[in-house]
């Protein structure tokens, strides 16, 4: 197991961080982001830099350096990315947190901005959802050909998703499985209630010929975007309202000075 230290952020100084473009978001719209983890060291070492104090403090909790690596490009890219809806650098950047952990951005004077975000990773996979003025929530995760599945849809998923599930051919039922976590995962995290709000207790669609949606138990008013991100992982997007949504590609090596 390799030893976290400090110097694994400092391959060279950094004078200034920065990107070029400021981006507007009408309010019927979502940026929806995806982006790669893995990075050369350099970038990562840039990367670190941005980064708060309590964040860095968190990067050596992780015992595992490709974990450890994973976060700090998580949370820089999520920082480049606001810092380019707002007029301040990706370092200047405060966060606050609802009661179940859910983030948010604070602006000066430390009121919540009108900027609203969610962000989920998977392994070297990471989503990010930028809206204004409505709660979102994103969920991503790579499909394991080893999970499972049945037993875990038993234990998290209502009656009527299970049957839905178990009513498919054989070989689409790990996929349904995926479809129906992750629009579950993104709805919760939305909301901003975590686990405290059963996965149980509401049904949202999975059988591959129906539209994302919430069936029962659940705000009607709510609506889903299910992008496609790579091969093997399965994502969805549980916004208030409803809007529409212009996928972006993160690429480290280029969006960053």
Known sequence: MQICTPHEFSARPIEKMFLTNRLVLPHNR??????VLDVEPL??????????????SRTWR?????????FVAARAILRLILSQYVDRNPEQLRFGYGPFGKPF??????VSSSLHFNLAHSHEMALYCIVRDREVGVDVERIDPAIAYQQVAE???STGEVDAMLALKTDLRKKAFFDCWTRKEAYVKGQGTGMQKPLNSFDVT???TASPKLVSG???NWSFYVPTIAVDYAAAVAVQGHCQFEMRQWE??????
């Open 206 to 208: 999975l059988i591959p």
């Open 30 to 35: 979502a940026h929806l982001w995806s982006a």
């Open 43 to 56: 970038i990562l070492s840039e990367y670190f830099r941005v980064l708060s104090d309590e964040e860095r």
């Open 252 to 257: 480290s090596n280029h969006q960053i000075i």
């Open 155 to 157: 234990h998290f998923f």
């Open 105 to 110: 951005l604070r602006e000066a004077g430390g």
């Open 62 to 70: 992780f015992s595992v350096s490709q974990d450890r690596h994973r």
């Open 218 to 220: 659940g705000d009607a």
